[in-house]
């Protein structure tokens, strides 16, 4: 069996690694518009109280979780989750840990690649003299395969991706981290600054950057006790952080067994949350609006950041003139792809310290076949990205699977491995004491938190009406858990389409939920694979006289 011999090789590329691991395309994309989406200014208050409540203890958890494991020679969660209780199922649950890295760097991999092709385009002035539905049609085309340049670019991605984790932690995401946060940061700074200042009259612009701030962050206190504005808020702080993936036991399982990773937490966590609401919210929104004015920006973010940050943007670069406009451009993809690397890296390094764990693989060799998984289980994500099977992904391994596997983890940690051991965990070796309070909150309040976010998104009801459905009966939404397992929505438009008479609409919907069912069965395919992985390695341990 190879001997574990990883290591951060420092403090600061450890504290830049995780921030880096939690910093991704969400802060500049995603939070914006759900702020914009759930009471702008007074949205700050649930997500605050959401990375308080939830988001720091879960940080703790899994560092505390991930360094015991590790002290004990596990370095993913399966065996972490297993050391930490005799009984033997918990090995099963931390599947999610593995499985969820891969089903997620399958796409975020694709989404990552658009950024490095969009540098390109910039650079090459693709979209020079392009009015904006030209830019939002060159989206369009590109996403619809219309030539091979996507997989080019995604082939690229993914291969810099792997060359990069076979180099080791400190050799390769380390020093990443060290590069791309601080270029992230500084890009993010000036971006900031262009858009802030924008001025109504100048280069076209309609309104002042000041205008966009304030639509955003205008509080409408009408929305803080709106049930669907909480779970936003909740699901944010999962998105923002990477809590539930078993990407931070992973790389907490690296740390020395006395060093701190109560501070270190904290670190990575507030620096997470200050580019996401400072730099994440100051750039896309005050840009957008100082040219396309509000009630436009209100229509395109009902489709979510993809269509501000892709369809959007260069377009608005382009009236800063030749030379901004290219600064401009590399600087947000740029920013985009370095936001997207540090994250996507992340996610390798639990199936690499599985297989060099369990089957004594070095790195290289586990490096190459992550490489080789995500092509093959990201190649649907690229071909069939119109019929949902990109969303798919994001629904089941990016969104659901993080909340089941966190509820899953606190209960372990704070119910069966003990809160007294756990503080002690948290505790030993930091540079601060993490208050007692926290004890009792991550024992009690952050699990009731996570319960009340499952259920809400399994039984979510018609048009988030929460109030109505307690007063008027219960209708599911097409966005609930069981809905879409039916795939209700779908169906829906497809009666709608017959009624119509619009046999197309019907037989490529008809398709789409053939592929949404296939890409679900895959993913299937692919936690039972990852589970029977887990078995295999736990008798051979039985074997080798090697127990968990």
């Not at 030539?147 to 060359?163: G, H």
């Not at 995401?173 to 946060?181: D, S």
């Not at 944010?236 to 690296?254: D, E, N, P």
């Not at 993913?523 to 074997?543: D, E, H, M, Q, T």
């Amino acid at each position: 069996m190879a001997q574990q011999k990883e290591a951060w090789g420092s403090r600061v590329g450890l504290i830049l690694a995780m921030a880096g691991n939690a910093v991704g395309l969400g802060n500049f994309l995603r939070f914006p518009v759900q702020a914009i989406q759930n009471g702008g200014g007074a949205f700050i208050i649930p997500y605050l109280v959401c990375f308080l409540l939830m988001g720091i203890p879960l940080l703790w958890v899994e560092w505390a979780s991930g360094r015991f494991g590790g002290t004990r020679g596990h370095h993913s969660t399966p065996f972490i989750l297993d050391s930490m209780d005799k009984r033997k199922f918990w090995k099963y649950i931390g599947v999610f840990g593995i499985f969820t890295n891969l089903a997620v760097a399958a796409y975020y991999c694709y989404l990552e690649s658009w950024t490095l092709s969009w540098v390109w385009h910039t650079i090459t002035r693709s979209f020079a003299g392009q009015s904006q539905d030209q830019v939002a049609g060159f989206f369009t085309d590109y996403v619809g395969l219309s030539s091979a340049e996507p997989i080019i670019f995604w082939v690229i991605c993914l291969l810099l991706n792997t060359w990069i984790l076979s180099k080791g932690l400190s050799g390769g995401v380390e020093k990443v981290a060290k590069i791309g946060m601080p270029l992230l940061i500084g890009f993010g700074v000036f971006l900031a600054i262009m858009a802030v200042t924008l001025q109504s009259g100048h280069h076209g612009a309609v309104n002042g950057g000041s205008v966009g701030l304030n639509f955003l962050w205008t509080p409408d206190f009408s929305t803080i006790w709106n049930m669907k504005v909480w779970l936003a808020a909740a699901g944010q702080i999962f998105f923002t952080l990477s809590v539930g993936m078993g990407s931070i036991q992973c790389y907490a399982s690296y740390v020395r067994k006395k060093d701190d990773i109560a501070l270190n937490a904290m670190s990575a966590g507030w620096m997470n949350e200050f580019v996401e609401v400072v730099l994440g919210a100051a750039i896309i929104i005050p840009i957008s609006v100082g040219y396309l004015g509000i009630d436009k920006v209100i229509e395109m973010t009902q489709s979510g950041g993809l269509g501000l940050g892709f369809r959007t943007l260069p377009f608005l670069f382009e009236q800063w003139g030749t030379v901004l406009a290219i600064i401009c451009g590399v600087f947000w993809f740029g920013l985009l792809f370095f936001a997207g690397i540090t994250s996507s890296l992340a996610m390798g390094t639990p199936w690499m310290g599985f297989m060099t764990d369990e089957f004594g693989w070095s790195r290289e060799k586990g490096a190459w076949s992550f490489g080789a998984i995500v092509l093959i289980l990201g190649l649907p994500t690229v071909l069939f990205f119109n019929y949902g099977v990109f969303d798919e992904y994001d629904y089941w391994a990016g969104t659901v699977s993080l909340v089941v596997f966190a509820l899953a983890e606190i209960i372990l940690f704070s119910w069966v491995f003990g809160m007294k051991r756990g503080m002690q965990e948290i505790n030993s070796g930091g540079d601060i004491k993490v208050p007692n309070a926290f004890g009792f909150i991550i024992k009690w309040v952050t699990p009731i938190f996570l319960l009340v976010v499952f259920l809400g998104a399994l039984i979510t009801p018609l048009n988030n009406d929460w109030a109505g459905a307690f007063q008027n009966g219960w209708q599911l939404d097409n966005s609930s858990i069981i809905m879409k397992i039916t795939n209700n929505g779908l169906k829906e438009q497809i009666a709608a389409a017959q009624t119509a008479g619009d046999q197309a609409t019907v037989d490529n919907l008809q398709t789409t939920i053939t592929y949404v069912n296939a890409s679900r069965l895959l993913l299937l395919a692919v936690f039972s694979a990852v589970a029977y992985l887990v078995y295999f390695a736990y008798r051979k341990r039985i074997k080798e006289g090697r127990f968990a």
